[in-house]
């Protein structure tokens, strides 16, 4: 049959691939008997246009409506909106709808894509905070609140975005950040996408729902039972206290921007994970005891290999000590021992372990990585020469128009490596974790041309290239 995407999808399903990315609930593990069976029988019957028997997402009165109201019961928040473009269209909400063109917005360099685009949208003045970098993992920081602090009291920023937890699960205080941000009545958006759990362990990080974050977009799909590419958008009690003429734009811009036709199954999804949020939160504690255990094996192999993050449930390898990039370590868990990780780079790997996670399923990830080492060390495993190309990643480009001027200019296009010098229109990233390497109206450096054009050699999920096949940019033409 000639249906290509279909055909993946049936080997990928052939395969039966242990995954260890997201959705979540890992291949359907993570829900009862009783909603598998449910969604088994009615597939087809389920997928329908939005009815007054059911409720409309556009102008919710019923059903969704309560299930909106549960989800922000369970955070603690005033209310919640169910997102059905993922956490980017949240991003987009958020920003859009908050920041008029011109207005200064606060934004750490390592934020994730859809973070530019809804600036380049917005028409909004971005002002970076660059965040401390981890040599020897290779991975940034989260910013702290001390950076923030200082760039609030020289400009005058009218609100501030911040990534909680990175895709690395690195935190920061953001309580501090939050009173600070409140008193002086600049609105603090915070994407948890990556922190949906954090409210139901005392043992994870603070839920940015517990302090005075105005708005906190999540995704449930990553780490809780939801299907991808749902996404859900507090509103917070200090918004409605400092904030309230938001209200309204947030609620149009919701309408505006999420689609007139959602999928019945992404609410049934969020629905579902409401449920267990009010009502089995025990279930977080199996997530906390398998995080601690794979992390304390894999300490058992080497000490070093392991990332000491604040979000335990990110488990971060890095095997460059033994000559392997994060891409080998990828390709050889899925080629050899049919294990999925949730990201790959240059030097780690990242594995997320979550409500459909089983210890046996852990297991035979550290015996995996422990067969790795000692096949490099046995010399049956050969490092690829790529990585030693880049000893670490590039320093951050120089901002020199914005963002919405670069992307809007008349541009050209030029081969990556004469592009030194010039200012991209094109936002480019590999995919995951989504941090852009360039944005439009950054100035090329040598160090950036050559490390994508190391990705590109290296064959990565690297998108934002509109002629990648020929190893062209698009810059401003000056």
């Known amino acids: 049959m000639n249906t290509p995407y279909i055909n993946s999808l049936m080997e990928y399903v052939g395969r039966r691939v242990l995954p260890f990315q997201c959705p979540g609930h890992k291949a359907g593990k993570a829900f009862?008997?009783?909603?598998?069976?449910?969604?088994?029988?009615?597939?087809?019957?389920?997928?329908?246009?939005?009815?007054?028997?059911?409720?409309?997402?556009?102008?919710?009165?019923?059903?969704?409506?309560?299930?909106?109201?549960?989800?922000?019961?369970?955070?603690?928040?005033?209310?919640?909106?169910?997102?059905?473009?993922?956490?980017?269209?949240?991003?987009?909400?958020?920003?859009?709808?908050?920041?008029?063109?011109?207005?200064?917005?606060?934004?750490p360099r390592n934020s994730h894509k859809s973070v530019f685009s809804a600036v380049i949208l917005s028409g909004s003045t971005p002002l970076f905070v660059y965040p401390k970098y981890d040599y020897k993992f290779n991975v940034d920081y989260n910013v702290e609140f001390e950076e923030v602090k200082a760039l609030v009291e020289k400009e005058d920023i009218s609100a501030v975005v911040i990534g909680y937890p990175t895709y690395y699960g690195l935190v920061n205080n953001i309580e501090k950040i939050a009173d600070y941000l409140d008193q002086r009545g600049i609105l603090l958006i915070v994407d948890q996408a990556w922190g949906s759990h954090f409210k139901f362990h005392p043992q994870f990080p603070l839920c940015s729902t517990s302090t005075k974050s105005h708005i906190i977009i999540m995704s449930p799909h990553k780490t809780l039972f939801a299907f991808t590419q749902a996404s859900v958008l507090h509103l917070n009690n200090t918004l409605v206290e400092k904030f309230p003429d938001l209200i309204p734009k947030i609620h149009q811009t919701v309408l505006m921007l999420n689609s007139t036709s959602p999928s019945p199954f992404f609410f049934i999804s969020l629905d579902y994970t409401q449920y267990i949020l009010n009502n089995k939160k025990e279930i977080f504690e199996r997530v906390f005891d398998n995080s601690i255990f794979v992390r304390k094996e894999l300490e058992k192999v080497d000490t070093e290999i392991l990332l000491d993050n604040h979000d335990i449930t990110k488990v971060v390898v890095n095997l460059s000590k033994y000559g392997l990039s994060g891409y080998e370590v990828e390709k050889i868990l899925l080629n050899s021992y049919n294990i999925q990780v949730e990201l790959s780079d240059l030097f780690n790997i990242l594995i997320l372990v979550t409500v459909g996670d089983r210890k046996r399923d852990l297991k035979r990830f550290v015996k995996a990585i422990k067969d790795i080492i000692k096949k490099v060390k046995n010399g049956d495993i050969k490092p690829n020469s790529v990585l030693r190309k880049l000893t670490e990643y590039p320093d951050w480009p120089e901002l020199v128009i914005s963002p919405r001027e670069a992307y809007t200019a008349k541009s050209r296009e030029i081969s990556i490596k004469d592009s030194v010098g010039k200012i991209s229109t094109e936002l480019i990233t590999t995919y995951p974790p989504g941090i852009p390497i360039i944005i439009p109206g950054e100035r090329i450096t040598k160090q950036i041309a050559d490390y994508i054009l190391c990705e590109i050699e290296y064959g990565t999920k690297i998108t934002g290239i509109y002629n990648l096949k020929e190893r062209k940019i698009r810059v401003v033409d000056e």
């Open 32 to 107: 009862d008997k009783n909603f598998k069976d449910f969604l088994k029988k009615n597939l087809f019957i389920l997928d329908t246009n939005e009815i007054g028997l059911i409720d409309t997402f556009q102008n919710p009165q019923k059903s969704l409506k309560n299930s909106q109201e549960l989800m922000a019961k369970a955070y603690g928040v005033n209310k919640t909106y169910y997102i059905v473009g993922g956490s980017t269209i949240s991003n987009h909400i958020a920003i859009i709808s908050s920041i008029s063109e011109g207005k200064k917005i606060l934004i």
